[in-house]
């Protein structure tokens, strides 16, 4: 029971910091440093991981665009394995 809470809470925890990286890097993005884009894609990356909602659009926006489906099968190895099995479809999708 204590894992499960626990689990659930840093859960939240990643989505409230995907949200503030996303808020902040589209603050950010204008400056000419390339900080924000890389803070837009650190929070996409965490609501991606933490959020099955955010997830789904993400794999129908992979299917609907084929050549940011090629690019991302081309860098998939590289991911860590949490992202990589957030953004890759399987049959069970």
């Given at each position: ?65 084929t050549s940011m ?25």
């Open positions: 029971m204590t894992r499960f809470v626990l689990g659930e809470i840093r859960r939240y925890v990643m989505l409230v910091m995907g949200l503030f990286f996303l808020i902040v890097g589209a603050i950010v993005l204008p400056l000419p440093l390339p900080f924000g884009a890389a803070m837009i894609l650190i929070g996409l990356s965490l609501l991606i991981v933490n959020s099955e909602f955010a997830r789904t659009k993400f794999l129908n926006l992979r299917a609907r665009w489906d090629n690019w991302l099968r081309s860098v998939e190895h590289r991911l860590p394995r949490p992202l990589r099995n957030a953004i890759t479809p399987d049959d069970s999708d």
